[in-house]
């Protein structure tokens, strides 16, 4: 590719694709490795290349000044996407689709890539999470398995949720009542009686659309990690609650100063989850 048409293309993938800085020098990096196999010259560390990215990236600086820090997604927010959910002129099935993500990826602190499609018309079962996924425990817990995750383990890795009994909030019910209407158990968890399957995006689109009449433009800078960074916060805000390796764990953030979240046993997720629930309901 000639530098005309690499600085077509990453104008192109900036301003009409809207697609982050990070992520277009990531498309460079395989375009590079193409050239390279291929004993062709390459022109993606071109100067002018660089400076259009390098512009973006300070283009974005000032964006997140404007927007706004992300919020986290706290149990009182939580309950308030519940409450509005419920008033949705939904099917009670699509309901539980939205209600169910939101309260399975505030409590296992996922990643809604981890559980969701990426689009609405077509899932990878390598990655998405379908039902033969979750083992319903008889102690009334889950075993929730992310098949890819973003430190690559050749196994994935596993997920603990536990029943959570206040304030109508409770993963664990909210997926029984879902797996109750499921027909198949390598279908996708998420996905709505017509076949559609909910995503990333059309997630994080209902949830702004559902909060901003309670707290305004606030909601703009609600999206999925929100619901990730839910209970890590929490304990953070107490420090008496757990320690930064309880933190790390259960948000499965990987450290080499800290335990690995599969490395602890059942035994001690419960004992963290504990202090989880009493942090939340404080």
């Not at 029943?163 to 909210?174: A, E, L, M, R, W």
């Amino acid at each position: 590719m000639s530098i005309d048409q690499l600085c077509k293309f990453v104008s192109w993938a900036l301003l009409e694709r809207n697609l982050k800085p990070s992520t277009v020098k990531s498309y460079l990096s395989s375009l590079e490795f193409m050239h390279k196999i291929r004993n062709l010259e390459c022109n993606c560390k071109n100067f002018t290349v660089q400076s259009i990215i390098k512009g973006a990236e300070n283009l974005s600086m000032y964006n997140l000044i404007s927007v706004g820090t992300r919020r986290v997604m706290t149990l009182p927010l939580l309950k308030i996407v519940g409450h509005q959910i419920a008033k949705l002129n939904w099917s009670a099935h699509s309901k539980l689709i939205l209600w169910g993500a939101c309260t399975l990826a505030f409590f296992g602190s996922l990643r809604l890539g981890e559980i969701l499609a990426p689009t609405e018309n077509c899932f990878n079962p390598l990655e998405t999470l379908l039902w033969s996924d979750l083992k319903f425990r008889s102690d009334g817990s889950i075993l929730l398995h992310v098949k890819i995750d973003k430190s690559k383990n050749k196994t994935g890795s596993y997920v603990d949720i536990f029943s959570f009994d206040v304030k109508g909030c409770c993963p664990v019910k909210t997926l029984t009542s879902l797996q109750k209407l499921c027909e198949n158990s390598n279908d996708p968890v998420f996905v709505f009686k017509n076949g559609k399957l909910l995503t990333p995006k059309i997630m994080n689109n209902a949830i702004r659309l559902l909060l901003k009449p309670v707290i305004g433009e606030k909601a703009m800078q609600i999206s999925g990690h929100s619901f990730r960074a839910g209970i890590p916060s929490a304990l953070a805000s107490d420090p008496k609650a757990a320690k930064d390796s309880d933190i790390k764990a259960w948000g499965r953030w990987s450290s080499d100063s800290y335990l690995l979240y599969t490395r602890l046993k059942l035994n001690q997720k419960k004992i963290l989850f504990e202090k989880i629930v009493a942090v939340l309901i404080n």
